[in-house]
């Protein structure tokens, strides 16, 4: 059970522990190393974050590889970033997906392969919650609801006025943005690099998705 006191980091080495491998997810030109230098190197919210959320966004805290329990399963949604911010009067819970080459992992269809109980409870709460159909369509990505489900709970949980789930990339070629798109497309949203889309919730919470292009410059320097 992961504790509920933090300890802020001394620069991106301090984001390399929290890491399921520290060896092997921490290398040049991978999503770890990138978003844990870029994060570091920001005052606040990276541009290209502050860009979508808009332009007087303010980073109260950043938390590095941050894991929201969700029903179904003892395994944890662990949230590359997972950040809270404000925009003037209003504060937002963010869960951020750092990637490069990586892809989103599996489809709905193949995690749904011989499924657990635990499993089916999990997805139909997130499908609840994103006001959804269950099953979803079997081509889409797992790992986008979850990750989007849990910016959705740390929302409720923190009571901010917003939730918003932004994949930061740092592929120059915007490698997997088409898979993105697809399941932007679930809410009625065509998806855009760098912009701010909103979809209300069914429970009234109103949920910001985003795509990031991170600075290239992050995969290749070392700091």
Same mark, same amino acid.
């Given at each position: 059970?992961?504790?509920?006191?933090?300890?802020?980091?001394?620069?991106?080495?301090?984001? &390399?522990?929290?890491?399921?491998?520290?060896?092997?997810?921490?290398?040049?030109?991978?999503?770890?190393?990138?978003?844990?230098?870029?994060?570091?190197?920001?005052?606040?919210?990276?541009?290209?974050?502050?860009?979508?959320?808009?332009?007087?966004?303010?980073?109260?805290?950043?938390?590095?590889?941050?894991?929201?329990?969700?029903?179904?399963?003892?395994?944890?949604?662990?949230?590359?970033?997972?950040?809270?911010?404000?925009?003037?009067?209003?504060?937002?819970?963010?869960?951020?997906?750092?990637?490069?080459?990586?892809?989103?992992?599996?489809?709905?269809?193949?995690?749904?392969?011989?499924?657990?109980?635990?499993?089916?409870? &999990?997805?139909?709460?997130?499908?609840?919650?994103?006001?959804?159909?269950?099953?979803?369509?079997?081509?889409?990505?797992?790992?986008?609801?979850?990750?989007?489900?849990?910016?959705?709970?740390?929302?409720? &949980?923190?009571?901010?006025?917003?939730?918003?789930?932004?994949?930061?990339?740092?592929?120059?070629?915007?490698?997997?943005?088409?898979?993105?798109?697809?399941?932007?497309?679930?809410?009625?949203?065509?998806?855009?690099?760098?912009?701010?889309?909103?979809?209300?919730?069914?429970?009234?919470?109103?949920?910001?998705?985003?795509?990031?292009?991170?600075?290239? &410059?992050?995969?290749?320097?070392?700091?």
């Amino acid at each position: 059970m992961m504790s509920k006191i933090l300890v802020p980091t001394n620069g991106a080495e301090g984001w &390399r522990a929290l890491l399921a491998d520290p060896i092997k997810h921490w290398k040049i030109g991978y999503s770890a190393y990138a978003t844990a230098q870029c994060w570091e190197a920001a005052n606040g919210f990276p541009r290209e974050i502050a860009d979508i959320l808009g332009s007087y966004a303010e980073l109260l805290l950043a938390i590095p590889e941050h894991k929201v329990a969700l029903p179904g399963g003892s395994r944890e949604s662990q949230c590359d970033v997972f950040a809270l911010g404000r925009t003037g009067d209003e504060t937002i819970a963010i869960s951020v997906e750092g990637k490069v080459d990586e892809p989103f992992g599996p489809t709905i269809q193949e995690w749904l392969h011989n499924p657990s109980d635990g499993k089916i409870k &999990r997805l139909k709460w997130i499908c609840e919650i994103l006001g959804q159909q269950y099953p979803p369509q079997h081509q889409l990505r797992y790992q986008l609801f979850h990750r989007t489900a849990a910016a959705v709970a740390e929302a409720h &949980r923190f009571k901010t006025d917003h939730a918003a789930m932004i994949v930061h990339s740092f592929s120059q070629e915007h490698r997997w943005f088409e898979d993105f798109s697809r399941f932007c497309e679930l809410f009625g949203v065509k998806a855009k690099r760098g912009a701010r889309h909103h979809v209300n919730l069914p429970d009234g919470q109103q949920l910001i998705l985003g795509w990031a292009t991170g600075d290239e &410059r992050f995969l290749s320097e070392v700091f």
